[in-house]
């Protein structure tokens, strides 16, 4: 006999999910994700001037702003065939590591890391073993049993006033979480010192997109002017300013938050074993050292991988009406040419049409349509994007730089490359990223600032800028690699309007819903057989999900009539 | 150390009518002459980068939108200690705003916060713009804040 169980909404992620799974045997059997929201931003952008469409993509979500406007004008840039600056190339991936490293540091620490760690057992700890812990991990100067004593003080005073808070949420106290008092504690120490650092970060939008949240950008360049003795625009200061938190970025990266993916992990090694899911991988690239119209020089190569096969890579290309493609037949929409095909983003319909039950609901009606997300497939597969597709591609290439961080890891960690498959693979992925991220970021700024040292203070295009040189018809697609994975917009240019626009987005790939022939898409067919040692308590689902960095605000939009927000476990 | 005085910050998604109230009032007060050190910020759908602004005055006055029972328009002011004093549904915003707020409590650093609410009621219309009444509430809203403002001024220099 299995149970239903239904985890509504998914908690410590961006937007809503819902996951509802079948366990039987104490494993799960089948799992169905839903996005619960809906999102019209198409419907928003049709008909607007196309240089403005980065400015409201930008608003769709308050994590991955940046990349949404950057693929946005990207997209306007293909179309009409402008070619940006070097320095606005640079800027835009200094942009990008800035958003890329502090995405990943938060995601791990404020978002993830309360699945492996128990904030109540880092009460328990002896905060000299502790420092000496700390000290055998990293050089990291905040270490000493003092400082693990001062917090662990302030910690208790904060559980005894009742305010759990951010800590709330936690299934605390299950038996699956395996760290000593002590690992907890590190773990409660980093996730306030990140917090700390994240600040100073973000601080590169706000030197070179002029303000932060919502930086600006601009169709053919950067809107921010370079100068080295302007008092305003980008001067000495600003850019050392620059190096500066690049620099520390790096080294938080390099002295906390790697070494505690080393310490933690040997305590779960089992989780190489679980949350695989689908073995099918794709890249769309990005972080260019020339031209974003030079793929050959990605940091990020473009890639596929199909069943776990690294010795092949297979090409992608996204304007191939046959390649990138989404289904709706799980989804509530409708499309004109019926619910069984599927249509290329340029092509795409946005027109919705909820056919699910009244909420609140029991059960989804797997057999119908059951979210909001439509279903994008590559030449047919159900693919998973994110930092572990990155790194596989990019391992598989051959890529030095990638070599050696991870066969690194997996030599410490003891294990073999095919551990990397799981849902420990895709959380020590993201880790990896983050510091190889953190090493090139330096060498774009150098790449700048030799470019801007060698007079060239260009960075915006402007000859095609006036709608007056645009074609009446033109087709453009953008790409980046969001956090969280691939991510593109597709737009349709008529008469200097906008025609169509698509997003296909990382959590579409990785949470939509099955397929017309009931292929799982990534969340559904990772959680395939991970174990659920109490469905009344089922972290190993969060475990799994959470590995993906969920982020379903732009996925899909709202709807919360009553501001509820509890997890609810049913037991059929 | 606080550096700065008193920070309007409004919040929330313009792209989803009246969700983006916070954003609306925000821009809107930018165009008023506002009282010597006091700024305005449009915080948009940020959570965690908002950690800036929160750490650097020592008066915040938030602006957001909420869905609950009171009648459309209804307008709130919250002195909130703690994330479990913010209205529940502060609709989009969920993880980065409440979590930075916990956060900035167990590190010693919150400021002294002022929360606006409004009572909405059409944001699962994706458009952009406020409803009739939400803008015409809007107004007395923005009235609100000033006022608040310049009598946190008046006070300024005695302990917050």
Same mark, same amino acid.
């Given at each position: 006999?299995?149970? !239903? ?6 908690? @410590?992620?961006?937007? &809503?999910? !819902? ?9 799960? $059997? ?14 928003? =952008? ?45 800027? @835009? ?81 299950? *038996? ?35 303000? #932060?949240?919502? *930086? ?18 980008? #001067? ?39 949350? %695989?899911?689908? %073995? ?84 989804? #009606?797997?057999? $119908? ?28 290439? %051959? ?30 992925? @993201?880790?990896?990223?983050?510091? =190889? ?20 203070? !260009? ?29 593109? &917009? ?22 939509? *819903? ?31 999900? &959470? ?10 939009? =709202? ?14 | ?7 309007? +910050? ?16 925000? /821009? ?71 979590? +930075? ?5 167990? +590190?010693?650093? +919150? ?25 015409? /509430?809007?107004?007395?809203?923005? /009235? ?17």
């Amino acid at each position: 006999m299995s149970q !239903r169980i239904v985890v509504d909404p998914i908690t @410590r992620i961006e937007g &809503h999910l !819902r996951i509802e799974a079948e366990i039987k045997g104490g494993k799960i $059997e089948e799992a169905y994700s839903s996005g619960t929201m809906v999102r019209l931003i198409e419907e928003i =952008l049709r008909g607007r001037d196309p240089r403005d469409a980065w400015a409201f993509v930008g608003r769709v979500c308050g994590v991955c702003t940046s990349v949404h406007s950057t693929a946005s004008v990207r997209a306007v840039e293909d179309a009409l065939g402008i070619v940006i600056p070097p320095n606005a190339e640079m800027v @835009r991936n200094l942009m990008f590591c800035a958003q890329n490293i502090q995405d990943h540091v938060v995601h791990f620490y404020h978002l993830h890391a309360l699945d492996w760690v128990d904030v109540v057992s880092a009460l328990k700890a002896d905060p000299k073993r502790t420092s000496e812990i700390a000290q055998s991990i990293s050089n990291w100067p905040k270490s000493s049993p003092g400082y693990f004593s001062d917090l662990q003080k302030r910690l208790t005073k904060f559980v005894e006033s009742g305010q759990l808070g951010i800590f709330a949420n936690g299934y605390w106290g299950h *038996p699956a979480y395996k760290l000593p008092p002590e690992v907890n504690l590190i773990g409660v120490a980093h996730y306030l010192e990140a917090l700390e650092w994240q600040k100073e970060i973000v601080k590169v939008h706000t030197i070179f997109g002029g303000k #932060n949240p919502h *930086p600006n950008y601009l169709v053919g360049g950067m809107a921010c002017s370079i100068g080295l003795d302007d008092t305003s625009g980008i #001067n000495a200061e600003r850019l050392s300013y620059v190096l500066t938190v690049l620099k520390q970025a790096k080294e938080f990266v390099e002295q906390v938050y790697v070494p505690d993916l080393l310490a933690v992990a040997p305590y779960y090694l089992d989780w190489g074993a679980i949350g %695989g899911g689908l %073995g099918n991988y794709l890249v769309y690239g990005d972080l260019s050292t020339t031209s974003y119209r030079e793929p050959k020089n990605f940091k990020f190569p473009a890639g596929a991988i199909l069943n776990k096969d690294l010795s092949k890579i297979h090409e992608v290309d996204l304007r191939s009406d046959n390649e990138v493609q989404e289904f709706i037949s799980h989804s509530w929409y409708e499309y004109a040419g019926g619910d069984g095909v599927g249509l290329h983003p340029w092509k795409g319909e946005t027109k919705l049409n909820y056919t699910g039950p009244k909420p609140p609901f029991e059960h989804l #009606n797997i057999d $119908e349509k059951y979210s909001f997300l439509k279903t994008p497939r590559w030449k047919g597969h159900a693919m998973e994007v994110g930092p572990l597709a990155r790194v596989l591609v990019g391992y598989a290439s %051959g890529r030095p730089d990638y070599k050696e961080v991870v066969d690194s890891v997996l030599k410490k960690l003891n294990i073999p490359a095919t551990a990397l498959f799981s849902t420990l693979g895709r959380t020590a992925a @993201r880790g990896l990223e983050a510091l =190889l991220v953190a090493q090139w970021s330096l060498e774009f700024y150098e790449q700048l600032i030799t470019n801007i040292k060698n007079g060239d203070t !260009r960075m915006a295009a402007t000859e095609k800028f006036q709608p007056d040189t645009w074609p009446k018809q033109a087709m453009g697609v953008g790409h980046t690699e969001a956090p969280r994975g691939a991510l593109a &917009h597709w737009i349709v240019i008529e008469d200097q309007k906008i025609a169509n626009y698509q997003l296909v987005v990382p959590s579409t790939w990785n949470a939509s *819903p099955r397929d017309k022939e009931g292929k799982s898409s990534a969340y559904e067919a990772a959680l395939k057989d991970t174990p659920i040692a109490d469905p009344n308590q089922p972290v190993e689902i969060l475990r799994t999900i &959470h590995s993906f960095d969920p982020c379903l605000a732009c996925a899909v939009h =709202l709807y919360d009539e009553d501001g509820k927000h509890i997890s609810k476990v049913k037991v059929l | 150390m606080k550096e700065s005085n008193i920070l309007i +910050l409004g919040v929330g998604n313009y792209l989803m009518g009246d969700e983006g109230l916070g954003v609306h009032v925000a /821009r809107a007060l930018k165009d008023e002459s506002l009282p010597e050190g006091v700024d305005v910020l449009d915080g948009g759908t940020a959570g965690f980068q908002l950690m800036e602004y929160l750490e650097k005055y020592q008066i915040v006055i938030m602006i957001d939108a909420t869905l609950d029972k009171n009648p459309v328009g209804t307008i709130r002011l919250i002195e909130p200690k703690f994330s479990q004093d913010f209205p529940k549904a502060m609709s989009t915003h969920e993880i980065g705003l409440k979590d +930075l707020v916990e956060s900035l409590a167990l +590190l010693g650093k +919150l400021p002294k916060i002022y929360l606006y609410v409004m009572t909405v009621q059409d944001i699962a219309n994706l458009h952009i713009g406020l409803s009739p009444l939400v803008e015409s /509430r809007a107004i007395h809203l923005k /009235r609100d804040i000033l006022q608040l403002a310049e009598e946190l001024c008046t006070t300024a220099g005695s302990p917050v």
